[in-house]
Structure formats: C-alpha cells, structure tokens
C-alpha cells in the first residue's frame, strides 16, 4: 500500500510543484536577459539583421557539420551530443507512458513511437551521455571547463534513463512499483534542478544565437 501512495505522491502534488518551479525559474531567466534590450546602436544596418536572427536560429544546428569536424576533431562532441538529445527529448514526449501523461498535464494527445524505437532511443542516450562524461572527464580543456554541476546533473539524467529501462524491460510484481515511483521520484528532481543549473542553458540558445545573427545582419556580413 505504501508503495502506491508513494507513487501517486510522486506522480501527482511532487510533479506539479517541480512543473510550477521550473516553468517560474526558466521564465525568470527568460525575462530577465529579454529586458536588458539590444544595445544601442545608430549606425544604418547594411542588411536585415532580424532576418538574419531567424536564419542564425534555424541553421545554427547544422553548422560545422563537414567530414573534418565530425570524424577527426569533435566526433564524441557532435555524434554524442545529437544521439543523446534525439533519445532523452523523443524519450520524453513520445513514449506511451510518457505521452500518457502529458495528456494529463497539458490535455494534447501526442503521437507516441513503438516499444522498439524507444529502446533503441534509450540505449543510445545512456550510451552516448556515458560517452560524453568520459570524455568530459578525460579531455585535459573539458575537464577544466566542467564542474560539479555538470556530473551532477548526467548522474540525475542517467539514473532516470536506467530506471525507466529497469522497469519497462525487467522488473516484475511490487519492485515494478517501486522503480517506477523512483523513475517518477528522479524526474522531478531533474525538473526541480533544471532552472537552478547549467542545464537552463537552453532558454539562452535562441536569445544569443539570435543575437549573434542580428547583429551580422545589422553589419551586413555572413556568419
């Protein structure tokens, strides 16, 4: 009995306040660099600097993406960061017990992949977020620029990934249960440590690379 109250706990007022805490965190960061304003600038543009944002945006992605920057000089970096965020982000939305319960949240049914999909996309993020740590960990520039945050953080991540891998493949009867509510019990850690993190990292993606975007079109330059 005490395992499913703890997993309507976990799964019910414990996400609901993550959710709460996560979206008025990344909204705070958010607002906060909108309302520093573009420098002021009175030179006449040479181009169209907001059209450039918008491409900066969009093509941003696929940059350095040549035979060289993948296989000789970043291939962990490139191959191991695009398998990870495809696995935890489809993970996220589109597994059938996922997708379940964002109709819950949000009331949008959304599409949801088969069971063979989502274990090739689990495998994958787990492998390629180990890779990554290593690599973090081993490279002499890396390990400079990562701090505990960053371990912390792909410990929290991994743990939700092998958890939800344990209790969709191999756990049975009460332990079901359990894995599960600890599954739960991860996710809204993560979610709670997310606008405290580097991990908010990805709210300043379109505000500074649209930025830089803006500011080669206001100068009329390519980037």
Excluded: Q
Excluded at 24 to 30: D, E, L, M
């Amino acid at each position: 009995m005490k395992d499913v109250v703890f997993y309507d706990f976990v799964r019910g007022p414990l996400l609901k306040f993550a959710l709460f805490v996560f979206f008025a965190g990344i909204s705070y960061r958010f607002f906060r660099v909108v309302f520093l304003g573009l420098p002021a600038d009175y030179a006449k543009p040479k181009g169209n600097p907001y059209l450039m944002a918008v491409k900066k945006i969009i093509i941003k992605p696929t940059m350095g993406w040549t035979f060289n920057e993948i296989f000789s000089r970043r291939a962990i970096n490139f191959i191991g960061g695009f398998l990870f965020h495809l696995g935890f982000l489809g993970l996220t939305f589109f597994v059938p017990a996922h997708a379940l319960l964002w109709k819950e949240i949000i009331g949008i049914s959304l599409p949801v992949m088969p069971s063979l999909i989502g274990d090739i996309l689990t495998y994958s993020a787990l492998g390629s977020l180990i890779a990554l740590t290593l690599h973090r960990a081993l490279n002499p520039v890396l390990k400079l620029l990562t701090g505990k945050d960053e371990y912390f953080a792909n410990l929290l991540v991994a743990l939700i990934l092998f958890t939800g891998l344990l209790a969709n493949k191999w756990a049975g009867g009460g332990l079901y249960i359990w894995l599960l509510s600890m599954h739960m019990l991860l996710a809204d850690l993560l979610i709670l440590y997310i606008p405290f993190s580097r991990l908010s990292h990805f709210v300043y993606y379109f505000l500074s690379v649209g930025f830089m975007g803006w500011n080669a079109g206001k100068r009329g330059v390519s980037f």
